[in-house]
């Protein structure tokens, strides 16, 4: 006998209460079971555990753990070589279940209980040859409480061999047999999803898969399936989400009612296509062509006719490998889950959104066209998802939204495309509308103006939203682009880009005036501009004088009490620094400003007038007229906005403005220098007080263009003269300086007759005479500034009135406090050349 073992000296060794003795006994069994025994036969084998295997069972309940131990160790290396026959396998599953099958927890010991069942998993491999003979259905009550036990148990150890058991035995078992118990397995299944170890989830979900294969269809119980597992699609970890994928890949490949669940498994697999990991990724994808290989091999006669027309867009994503006619026929059958899914882009949780996106982005690269019937109802939430607030949720809105662009069919969307827009001004459909229809191939030259005049009407153009704004430039980028792949006559285009003009320079007025420093809407929308202008064959002045006037023409509303902030005000502020003063609009202009300065509030006011003064520094540039037409327009605008301000009123707004009006009439005497010598000198009464005003900035502005007021005779430039001499001792050191510089600026114009020269010349020299006096008095000052200004002045006074000079210097010497310095100042200043023919108190530098 190759298997010699004296029995019942065995037997009566484990009943001694010896440990160490039984301890011994139980492992020396072990061993010539798994080592010894070689030679023995199968029924050899079988015959010595007939006879132990009463003594070894009764082990389990031994009081020493060390005892349970060995015996467990012991009947698994019999069972390992037992023939597979079922004689014992009721009287060991029985054991185990008193063991382990209760609910209380007998067996104390962590180690012991994975023995239990690594015992159970042994057993289930051993009679899987057995199928469904014997009594192994007889054990399935107790086997499905070992099991429930083991996946409740606290040792993350057992609970894993318990679901390698499950996930064993779900393999062989008989569905019709099995299917009794799924259900109270999957219990403590659904538990262990929420495992704070990832290896216990992969386990849970792999055996929650082998049990979806036996379970009764027609209940809840599989909705409730899909509910418990689907959030793991957006596990940590990366095997995590893959054994969500692999559990998808099992049900569609071999789960008997699987067309009637498509719906709800696609949704496992296609994730894990979108999924970030490459592990994920490489191991779903081959196997998820297999399941479209076998659809289309059960669905070949009808799949194989839609093959032969179904080509790919012809703008079909470069990056992206098309899915196959198998693959994609099964998404294209289960569409209706497409609104569970949008429903979810709305979701509380960015990781849900993000994920419900990525799972959209699949069903529309598998359904392609058979999509475009859905697309009115996803329509308005994937609009709100291109407007998340996460960054990475509205760029994989905007994804999916090209990728439908690109795919549906463009004829049978565009219409509802539209019709979303004309309802909703909203920025969520402007974006999705834009990677729509962007990335589409359509677009008729009716559409695009369709297009155009919507962007242009008030509930696009004149949003305030920074974000809305930046996509209306870009769709009419778009519409730019697509206008030169259309047939259209020149006189149509004109039209489609006069709107295209008119909205583009309305948006970008806008946004100057939300952000006053250069941004990049405004900078893009330039170089829109710029591209309509080499369509047009034109310059960009032309282009503003031909089609600004309709810009501003929009600008309404102006006549009530709006503040700074208004969309009327923001508007023409905007489109004045846009586009300055043009001889084309400046009429109209002048009356929408008159508008807003008879209506708005002070704020406005003061927002307009200054955008205004800013602008009348490039009049020469803009007014691309003759001189006698420009300064006609000129002096309308000095009589209608500038004068009226230049008066003195009481009040803190009427000092403001005072204040622009006069900076105003300083950018004019620069930006129209050669215009402004005849407008100018109409002005001359308003500037002594003007010079002489409580405010320092508009002082400031006077002093500086006091030097403008030219071609005027002595006594029109008397009052001025002694205002700017009165300026050298105003409590700002700025205008001090201005002051000591522009009275060596001033000149007169002397009338022809000689009568009259002899006496104006008279006149404007004792005017020089105190000019320099005076200049001479504060050339003793500290400021070193003001010194510098006074000896420019003197220089150039002294060049063109030399007898003054000396008579000055003369009359001044006994007064100077610093003689030396003023005897130094006269040496230097000195010229014995013959005076300049013209008596002025400039150069003509």
């Known amino acids: 006998m190759g298997f010699n073992i004296d029995t019942q000296k065995i037997c009566s060794e484990l009943e001694s209460s010896d440990r160490r003795l039984k301890t011994t006994i139980l492992e020396e069994l072990r061993d010539k079971c798994a080592n010894g025994a070689k030679t023995a036969s199968a029924d050899e084998i079988a015959q010595v555990f007939d006879q132990l295997y009463l003594h070894l069972l009764k082990c389990y309940e031994d009081k020493f753990e060390s005892v349970r131990d060995r015996a467990v160790q012991a009947v698994s290396a019999f069972l390992a070589r037992l023939p597979p026959t079922d004689f014992h396998l009721m009287n060991v599953v029985s054991t185990l279940a008193e063991r382990m099958g209760k609910a209380e927890t007998v067996e104390p010991s962590e180690e012991i209980r994975l023995l239990y069942i690594k015992q159970l998993n042994l057993m289930v491999c051993l009679y899987a040859k057995m199928g469904s003979v014997g009594v192994f259905r007889e054990c399935y009550p107790l086997v499905a409480k070992i099991l429930i036990k083991s996946i409740k148990d606290d040792y993350p150890v057992v609970q894993r061999e318990g679901c390698c058991t499950v996930v064993n035995l779900a393999r062989v078992a008989d569905t019709q047999e099995f299917r009794p118990f799924t259900e109270s397995l999957l219990v403590p299944l ?30 809840d119980a599989m909705r409730r399936l899909f509910n418990e597992v689907s959030p793991l699609l957006m596990d940590t970890m990366p095997l995590v989400r ?14 008997l009612d699987r067309y009637s669940f498509f719906e709800r498994i696609l949704p496992l697999v296609l994730c894990c296509l979108k999924d970030e990991s490459p592990e994920v990724l490489n191991h779903i994808y081959p196997q998820w062509l297999k399941c479209g290989v076998q659809y289309f091999n059960e ?73 475009t019937a859905k697309f009115f109802e996803i329509y308005g939430d994937l ?45 969520s459909y402007m974006r999705c509308f834009y990677h729509m229809f962007t990335a589409s191939l359509g677009g008729t030259y009716e559409q695009l103006m369709r297009l155009a005049n919507l962007l242009r009407s008030t ?20 519409i730019v682009d697509k206008s030169q792949k259309i047939n259209a006559g020149q006189n149509e285009l004109e039209d489609l880009y006069e709107s295209v003009y008119v909205t583009g320079i309305k948006v970008m007025a806008l946004s100057n005036s939300l952000e006053s420093s250069s941004n990049e809407d405004v900078n893009f929308g330039q170089m829109l501009i710029e591209k309509l202008v080499t369509l047009l064959n034109s310059s960009l002045a032309k282009t503003h004088e031909r089609w600004f006037h309709l810009a501003l023409k929009d600008v309404e509303n102006l006549d009530a009490a709006l503040e700074d902030n208004a969309e009327p005000v923001m508007l023409l502020d905007g489109l004045i620094n846009m586009c300055h003063i043009r001889a084309t609009y400046v009429h109209d202009l002048i009356e929408k400003v008159k508008i807003v300065f008879a209506h708005c509030c002070d704020s406005a006011q003061v927002k307009i007038f200054s955008s205004l003064s800013l602008a009348t520094l490039f009049w020469s540039k803009t007014m691309n007229i003759e001189r006698e037409r420009s300064t006609q327009m000129l002096s309308e605008f000095v009589s209608q906005i500038v004068e009226p301000y230049l008066t003195w009123k009481a009040g803190s707004n009427a000092e403001a403005m005072r204040s622009l009006a006069m900076a105003t009439l300083c950018a004019l005497a620069q930006g129209a220098e050669s215009e402004s010598v005849e407008v100018l000198p109409s002005l001359a009464k308003h500037m002594p007080s003007l010079l002489e005003d409580r405010n320092v900035t508009t002082r400031h502005y006077a002093i500086k263009a006091v030097v403008y ?62 000019a320099m006096d005076l200049l001479l008095l504060y050339h003793e000052s500290p400021e070193k500034e003001m010194k510098a200004a006074v000896e420019v002045t003197l220089q150039v006074l002294a060049r063109s009135h030399p007898e003054a000079w000396e008579e000055r210097y003369q009359r001044a010497l006994p007064m100077a406090q610093k003689k030396d310095q003023l005897h130094e100042l006269y040496n230097r200043l000195t010229i014995n050349e013959a005076p300049d023919p013209g008596n002025t108190l400039t150069s003509e530098d």
């Not at 538990?191 to 992969?202: C, E, G, P």
Request: hydrophobic share 40%.
């Open 190 to 219: 659904y538990s262990m999803l929420n495992h704070k170890h990832a290896q216990a989830r992969i386990s849970a979900i792999e055996a929650i898969g082998r049990l979806s294969l036996h379970m009764d269809a027609s209940g």
């Open 242 to 255: 893959r054994e969500v994928g692999q559990m998808g890949i099992l049900m569609l490949m071999e789960l």
């Open 299 to 371: 669905n070949e006669a009808e799949l194989s006719q839609q093959e032969i027309s179904d080509l790919p867009a012809e703008n079909y994503p470069e990056d992206i490998k098309r899915p196959t006619i198998g693959c994609r026929g099964l998404v294209q059958r289960s569409l209706r889950l497409l609104q569970l899914i949008t429903r979810e882009t709305s979701d509380w949780k960015d990781n849900v959104r993000l994920h419900a996106l990525k799972l959209l982005y699949q069903f529309v690269l598998h359904a392609e066209a058979a999509m």
């Open 383 to 427: 609009a709100h998802a291109c407007i998340d607030s996460v960054a990475e949720v509205n760029a994989e809105a905007a994804k999916v939204a090209d990728l439908m662009g690109r795919l549906l069919s463009y004829d049978a969307w565009i219409d509802h495309g539209f019709d979303g827009l004309e309802r909703n001004a909203r920025e």
């Open 459 to 478: 509930d696009y153009s004149h949003t305030l939203k920074p974000g809305f704004q930046h996509y209306i430039l870009k769709l009419l980028d778009t």
């Open 709 to 770: 007021f030219r071609e005027m005779s002595v006594e029109e430039l008397k009052p001025l003269a002694y205002a700017t001499m009165q300026r050298m001792d105003d409590p700002s050191a700025g205008i001090r300086i201005l002051a000591a510089l522009a009275v060596g600026k001033l000149k007169p114009k002397f009338s022809e007759t000689d009568t009259e020269i002899e006496y104006e010349k008279e006149v404007w020299d004792a005017i020089v005479k105190r």
